[in-house]
């Protein structure tokens, strides 16, 4: 009755808004999106009403009535409608599953689905509607019909709480999130190297002893527990009635959770724990704060599998969901190399090769699960040596593995780095969090295509969906993860959900200020950095040439220089331009006219022209960049650099040297905690001449005269970062090379900032 006493009155009704011109501001964007004549106003007289009966329909309901709340100020009552009042109604019926039709008429909003999912979503998409203007109060909602069904049945994220663990609230909150965006598989990594965060009741060491580390650097060294007279440790783990709450509440909002626990390698923590396990001659003691890939693998005892198997057995009995992720990434087959008991196992199962057995060792946990009634996931290098028969594929290393698992018949999850994967940086501004160097950014994440080329119609039915990755081994804080997270999950989430012909870049990046107002509307962070502008200044005749950068891809550049805020009516900023000392450039990035993020103003003066931070500098080669967080203090702020582990080289390009006398650099040290094997023998230094070792100034190439040398002394003792100052002789413009000596990694020297004094400036 509802449904047509809607339709009819939006046949009848024109007044109100004019029928809308465009799509929506829904974001992912629906499938369909039809706009019709007249508006509903949404206000506090509006009751949500769901199906009578239904405890699915009624929870949809609630949670409707609670996003409004907390965005709008709207207090919406949840019960039956009364004759003539307006309503948002939820009804049983028509689409199945995950898809749902919302229409809005003046005198109401149906959501129909015959699906639990769907009804959560059309709720959803009803508060978009809602939140499409910013503000409190009353909401004018154009009339429409949108029919909206996924694309892909997986549409996930994955958190990584073995390297930093997260606490039960940031699950939470990060689930809530997740279904803002109709993201529906939430894949917990819980346990690797660096940390075992899942309480098994057999095993309790797992958690006693895997759950802790101390991490790396001598500022955690020195940072002495008053209670144990030990360096003070850092970690935590979720107990099972944690997990199953928070699997519960991950169920009440549509979304799965996949647990994943590594085998057989990434196990330097349970194997610290129990060292029986392990296939080394000599088992770590303790969990490490080291990062990269350990060598430690299980070993392929009966009595190790019968540990899984209870490990398992607790871990489906937590997790109702259908998968199980098993890892079996990054096993380094080493250590079953040397270990006689191995390879005497290996001789009698008549396998030839340690690839080969870590195919069976897989086979082996794939029976386990399917014997508790589990499908097993594992990273594509379980498609070596022989893959499970009935196994899906992650393929993080590409897309190559996803094509060989669809063509062999498997089921396959599309993870690639470096686009899925969000720890890495955003944007090359120094404000940007910590993680890899190489930068992904918004766009990049959007641009990307899941569905394989190469796989027939028929092969690209095993594609189950999409996911996008955050590794936290640089992710210190909780508080750092929604800005990696967001809004690249939001651009993933449209790859997700929307039909391969809906998406489109402008139409997203015109969407996208008005899904920022949302996140802000119900006080979520996200990485804004990437959407600031930042100015970028270099000498020119008594004056300088500033660039602004920041953006780009997203929005248009607004500025001033008269110290005023920009607005979307500013000078817009097309190429670098010549500017006085001593100017105040204020800029900000707009799309149609709305703010994209706060504005920044930079003061260009003598100093600004002549420095450049870390992330201003050129990698001298692209070995492993990373943007690294200092290990001290241990408490407060820390400096962050980038910095190439493999070849510790910058290069300040085009350095206006005329009137330079002097060169200042701000230099930190940082705990050389990667594991990459033997490619450690590759890192070279040029030898030092003091005890300390020297951060040495090349004119022109690396290969080029010394021009200024700083020696590190001053900065030995310290946790944080140290100003040192030297004559440099070099003259005109220049390429200069930075590179310290020194007689080991440990540690490593790294560059903060430098600038060039010149005689005025002393």
């Not at 994967?421 to 990307?448: A, C, F, W």
């Not at 999409?466 to 508080?479: G, K, M, P, Y």
């Not at 039909?499 to 870049?505: L, M, N, V, Y």
């Not at 960049?625 to 070849?647: H, K, Q, S, Y």
Request: proline letters at 7%; hydrophobic letters at 40%.
């Amino acid at each position: 009755m509802i449904r047509s006493l809607l339709l009819a009155t939006a046949a009848l009704t024109i007044s109100g808004p004019a029928l809308a011109a465009s799509g929506a501001p829904i974001t992912p964007a629906p499938a369909s999106d039809t706009p019709r004549e007249g508006a509903f106003v949404l206000d506090a007289r509006t009751v949500i009403a769901p199906a009578e009966g239904d405890a699915q329909a009624q929870a949809s309901a609630r949670y409707l009535a609670d996003l409004l709340a907390r965005s709008r100020g709207l207090k919406l009552t949840v019960r039956q409608p009364k004759p003539g009042e307006r309503a948002i109604m939820l009804t049983r019926g028509g689409p199945q599953g995950e898809t749902y039709r919302l229409e809005v008429a003046p005198q109401g909003i149906a959501i129909s689905s015959s699906g639990d999912a769907g009804l959560f979503y059309g709720a959803i998409t009803a508060w978009q509607l809602a939140t499409a203007t910013p503000g409190q109060g009353p909401a004018t909602i154009p009339a429409r019909i949108i029919d909206d069904a996924p694309r892909f049945g997986w549409r996930g994220l994955m958190l990584d709480s073995a390297r930093h663990f997260q606490s039960v609230a940031f699950v939470k909150g990060l689930i809530d999130r997740m279904a803002l965006s109709k993201l529906n598989t939430l894949h917990w990594h819980l346990t690797d190297d660096q940390g075992w965060r899942l309480e098994i009741k057999k095993y309790p060491r797992l958690t006693e002893v895997g759950a802790w580390r101390v991490p790396a650097g001598a500022a955690a060294a020195a940072d002495i527990d008053p209670r144990t007279g030990k360096p003070r440790v850092v970690g935590g783990y979720y107990t099972q009635d944690e997990v199953r709450e928070i699997v519960a509440y991950a169920a009440e909002r549509h979304i799965a959770i996949v647990p994943e626990i590594e085998t057989p390698g990434h196990a330097h923590a349970p194997i610290a724990a129990y060292p029986q396990l392990g296939s080394a001659a000599a088992a770590p003691t303790a969990t490490s704060g080291d990062w990269g890939v350990f060598p430690y693998l299980y070993n392929v005892d009966e009595t190790t599998f019968a540990f899984l198997d209870d490990v398992l057995t607790e871990v489906v009995a937590l997790f109702p969901g259908r998968y199980v992720h098993v890892g079996g990434d990054e096993a380094v087959k080493d250590q079953w190399k040397s270990n006689p008991a191995v390879q005497a196992r290996m001789k009698a199962l008549h396998i030839g090769s340690e690839a080969q057995l870590q195919g069976w060792f897989v086979s082996r946990i794939e029976q386990m699960l399917k014997a508790k009634g589990r499908k097993l996931i594992g990273w594509d290098e379980i498609l070596e040596g022989g893959v499970a028969p009935d196994a899906t594929v992650m393929s993080w290393r590409g897309t190559d593995g996803a094509v060989i698992a669809a063509k062999l018949g498997h089921d396959t999850i599309l993870s690639p780095a470096p686009t899925l994967y969000l720890n890495h940086r955003q944007t090359n501004s120094p404000e940007e969090m910590p993680g890899r160097g190489q930068v992904i950014g918004l766009k990049d994440v959007y641009d990307y295509e899941p569905m394989p080329a190469a796989l027939s119609p028929d092969q690209q039915h095993h594609v189950l969906g999409v996911q996008a990755n955050l590794w936290t081994e640089h992710v210190r804080t909780e508080e750092r993860a929604p800005l990696m997270y967001y809004p690249r999950a939001t651009a993933l989430a449209e790859t997700a959900w929307s039909p391969a012909a809906r998406k489109d870049w402008s139409d997203f990046a015109d969407r996208l200020p008005v899904e920022l107002d949302r996140y802000r509307g119900l006080g979520l962070t996200f990485g804004e950095a990437a959407l600031k502008v930042r100015a970028l200044a270099q000498p020119s005749g008594a004056g300088a040439q500033v660039a602004l950068l920041g953006a780009e891809d997203v929005g248009e550049i607004r500025y001033t220089t008269d110290g005023s805020v920009p607005t979307a009516a500013s000078r817009p900023y097309a190429q670098p331009f010549e500017a006085p000392l001593g100017t105040l450039v204020t800029a900000q990035a707009f799309r149609n006219g709305r703010a994209l993020a706060p504005a920044t103003a930079t003061r260009i003066d003598a100093r600004a022209v002549r420095t450049r931070v870390s992330q201003d500098l050129k990698s001298c080669t692209e070995g492993i960049v990373l943007n690294l967080e200092d290990d001290g203090p241990v408490r407060g702020d820390r400096a962050r650099f980038l910095v190439d582990i493999m070849n510790p080289c910058w290069i300040y390009q085009g350095a206006d040297l005329s009137g330079v006398v002097a060169i200042e650099a701000v230099v930190g040290q940082i705990p050389f905690n990667f594991q990459i094997g033997k490619d450690i023998e590759k890192i070279k230094f040029r030898p030092p001449a003091t005890p300390e070792g020297e951060l040495e100034v090349r004119q022109g190439s690396c290969q080029g005269a010394v021009v200024a040398t700083l020696p590190l002394a001053p900065a030995a003792a310290s946790s944080g970062v140290t100003v040192l100052k030297a004559p440099l002789k070099g003259v005109g413009r220049a390429d200069l090379c930075f590179t310290f000596t020194q007689k080991a990694v440990e540690p490593m020297w790294v560059i903060d900032r430098v600038t060039l004094v010149t005689g005025h400036d002393r």
